[in-house]
């Protein structure tokens, strides 16, 4: 619970360190050096501690679903959606997780939740209705409604991923396959940058490396690390409800740094995530 107490704090200081970055560097080639200097920060440390680990077979699903979905879709979907959405909403939106959680390990795995859990579902449901209203989103702006689209289907990879990491079986430990999840997702990004991005696009100025060193080796290296222990101990549920604090930071964080001026949509929004954390924020019986 600390892990992921502290890696809720940092991402979400991370959704307005990016939208800075942005500004210095080109979407895909910003995931990509994101993942790149967290597997090398990981890789470091594990060489360092004489613990340098090679995965085995049975760990290669596990790397594949984390690497692919966790890190390099749900990245590169919400990097591209910020280029035309505040940081902010771009945050809220990318935490409906338990939207797709919560049924799927109720009538799927045979998870029990309670009455709180449900409520919770209900108010997370409840504010991405009103922060897809017509009057909070121009849906005669295609570019505008894609990027939303991009975060909704940016929740759903994660989703796939926290029921992966619960239910599913790894020798190894969410530390030990990190770099590894990580350096999949940057040989994955990088090429797929040079083709829709040209040659690297990164600025070289000391802004572009401060938001890199923090969106690499803190954002990246460790909180990967701590929210994928984490969803190994807890219930799926939980960890789906509790990330929810993460969009609550960056929007607050997102308001205070970048002066983004929230609207009455997007707080109320807000509100109801933050009372759906409440409403869930006990385990639920195993």
Known sequence: MLLLGGAILLWGANWPVMKLGLG???????SAAR???????????QALR????????????RIASIGLFQMMLFTALGTVAMRHLPAGRSAILSYTTPLWVLPVAVLVFGERIQRRHWAGLGLAGL?????LNPHAVDWGDGQVVGANAMLVAASLAWAVCILHLRYGRASASAIQLAPWQMLLAAATLAPLAYALEGPFTGDGTAAFWACLGFVGPVATAFCFCAVNAASARLPASTTATLMMAVPVTGLALSTATLHEDPSLDLIVGALAIVLGIAA???RSRP
């Not at 993942?35 to 470091?44: M, R």
């Open 24 to 30: 210095h560097v080109s979407p895909l080639w910003f």
């Open 35 to 45: 993942f790149a200097t967290g597997a090398a920060c990981l890789f470091a440390w």
């Open 50 to 61: 004489g613990e340098v680990w090679w995965p085995q077979r049975r760990d290669l699903p």
């Open 127 to 131: 504010g991405v209705l009103v922060l």
């Open 280 to 282: 869930s924020a006990q």
